[in-house]
């Protein structure tokens, strides 16, 4: 029996004049991410992607795995495939979905034909094939109102399909179609959900965390890199660069005052991913701030750091608490890696008392207190590259 994955657009369908630009690119992503588990044929047909096993190997259960993870996609279903007339549907229907159906006690069938010059109208597909599930299975009732699970029979231009419900995709638009965002990625809950919120409205993402080696360790910063490969599985690509604060720290530490260091630093951070944004073509800075969460996330501190960048900075976390973000955290699978107990470089040298109520001109005027052009070129200047992407987006 032959099985195939539908894949249905979700905002695409509104998108006009430009949705072939958006559908193309949704097909070059699915067809990257599928090349790692077998050979498939990826078509999109009347807001439908449908991909087809080409070989024997191709596994369609871990395709069906990827393609929940490409955004884009609200709805999947594994569904089997046969001719379009009654007798292949009733067929198929009675082969295929009492496996799919084990363990639900009601049912109802759904039909739908988008070609009208098919004999039987839905109301009587649905009926025949609810009769031979009926007669397969005995112990099935049906329930029109609150089925333990919903058939669909979908009688398409060039086949017919049966399947037993579909399971939800990753939503959103596809990566790719708004640009390139720098992702400040530290290693906390916040700002991997920032990155997977943003890749969710189209960015590619790119990723910067900042460093403060020896007062940080290598283990901190490979945190950090495997939270990139796991919002890789969803966002694809992800080109991660690191930069060193140590010699700026110190030298915060050792010509400022103490509950301007946080507010300072935050303002290097912006300037620093500022102008690696200018130099890799990234439209957009992207945190995980929310406001009113710590010192440095109160209105006045997010203005004073965001008079240092020319950029838009995208704070998608910033209406939400802790909990929201927590829940996102799970789902996308960043959660228990982000709790692993490592320190931050926001955590070296911390205040006391930290500003909560800064004003930008005393902020400037303790930047004037030391040579930070210098301190960031050079830490600009030995920025580290890699390329992440996880094994199970390849
Ligand atoms: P998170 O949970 O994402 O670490 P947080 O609530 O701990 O966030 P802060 O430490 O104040 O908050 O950081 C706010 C934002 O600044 C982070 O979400 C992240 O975008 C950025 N940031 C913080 N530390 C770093 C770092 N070491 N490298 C890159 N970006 C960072
Ligand atoms: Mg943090």
């Known amino acids: 029996m032959k099985e195939i994955l539908l894949c249905k657009y979700g905002e695409i369908v509104l998108k006009g004049l430009n949705k072939s630009y958006f559908e193309k690119t949704l097909l070059r992503t699915l067809k990257d991410r599928l090349a790692g588990c077998g050979n498939f044929d990826v078509r999109a047909m009347q807001s439908t992607v449908y991909i087809e096993a080409m070989d024997e190997d191709s596994l369609i259960e871990d395709a069906l795995e990827r393609a929940k993870k490409v955004f884009g996609i609200v709805a999947v279903s594994r569904a089997a495939v046969c001719e379009k007339n009654m007798e292949d549907i009733l067929r198929l229907a009675g082969e295929y979905l009492p496996q799919q159906l084990k363990g639900a006690r009601t049912f109802k069938v759904e039909a739908k034909r988008s070609d009208k010059r098919f004999p039987l109208t839905s109301p009587q597909i649905s009926a025949e094939v609810g009769g031979v599930l009926l007669s397969r299975c005995p112990r099935l009732k049906v329930d029109v109102h609150n089925p333990d699970v919903t058939v669909r029979v979908e009688v398409r231009e060039e086949k017919a399909f049966v399947h037993a419900g579909s399971e939800k995709g990753a939503g959103g638009i596809p990566t790719g179609t708004a640009g390139r965002g720098l992702l400040l990625l530290s290693g906390g809950i916040d700002s991997p959900v920032a990155g997977y919120m943003m890749a969710k409205r189209g960015l590619i993402i790119d990723a910067l965390h900042f460093e403060s080696f020896p ?78 969460q710590v010192a440095s996330q109160t209105l006045a501190a997010i203005g004073v750091t965001d008079e240092a960048a020319k950029r838009p900075i995208f704070r998608p976390c910033i209406g939400m608490d802790k909990e929201e973000i927590v829940t996102v955290a799970r789902r996308i699978g960043t959660f228990e890696t982000s709790i692993l107990p490592y320190e931050d470089c926001c955590t070296v040298f911390t205040p006391r008392h930290p500003k909560t109520q800064p004003e930008l001109y005393k902020v400037l005027a303790q930047e004037e207190k030391l040579d930070l052009k210098t301190l960031e070129d050079e830490a600009f200047n030995r920025i580290e590259y890699r390329e992440i992407l996880s094994p199970m987006a390849k």
């Open 215 to 292: 007062y940080t360790s290598e283990q901190a910063k490979e945190k950090v890199a495997s939270l990139a490969e796991i919002m890789s599985e969803y966002a694809g690509k992800i080109r991660f660069r690191v930069i060193s604060l140590t010699a700026i720290q110190e030298a915060l530490r050792d010509h400022c005052e103490e509950e301007y260091f946080t507010l300072l630093l935050r303002r290097c951070m912006m300037r620093l991913a500022d102008r690696v944004a200018e130099k890799f073509g990234c439209g957009a800075l992207i945190t995980g701030e929310s406001l009113g």
